[in-house]
């Protein structure tokens, strides 16, 4: 069973720049789908972004396109999630997830659908001040 742990989160002030980590252990996250999502206090967990098996294929959340970036490097078995002009609004929790239905092409599967996601990192808090 794949376990995945996040990492890079902390406190950086509007317009700058964090770079989050997602590595796994126990199997390769190279193999994997992988999404981000975020939760805010109070609200619900939404998707941020997502990038396919092979990395030929990402996508993002309206709210994130041309600031944040997500990529894999399968050697080290690792997908990252690189953050820029930050904004307020983007406080919050940050998760990483794998999918094996999305992996495998499963029909009606979603990478914005956290329900289609089976395997969960425990966070990292991202927190901008304004």
């Known amino acids: 069973q794949v376990q995945l742990v996040e990492s890079g989160g902390g406190l950086v002030q509007a317009g700058g720049s964090l770079r989050l980590s997602c590595a796994a252990s126990g199997r390769a996250i190279g193999s994997k789908a992988t999404g981000w999502f975020r939760q805010a206090p109070g609200k619900d967990r939404d998707y941020v972004a997502y990038?396919?098996?092979?990395?030929?294929?990402?996508s993002y959340t309206d709210s994130v396109k041309g600031r944040f970036t997500i990529s894999r490097d399968s050697a080290k078995n690792t997908v990252y999630l690189q953050m820029s002009s930050l904004k307020s609004e983007d406080t919050a929790v940050y998760s990483c997830a794998t999918s094996v239905k999305l992996s495998y092409g499963w029909a009606g599967a979603s990478n914005a659908n956290a329900l289609d996601y089976n395997v969960w990192g425990q966070g990292t808090q991202v927190t901008v001040s304004s």
């Open positions: 990038i396919s098996r092979t990395g030929d294929r990402t």
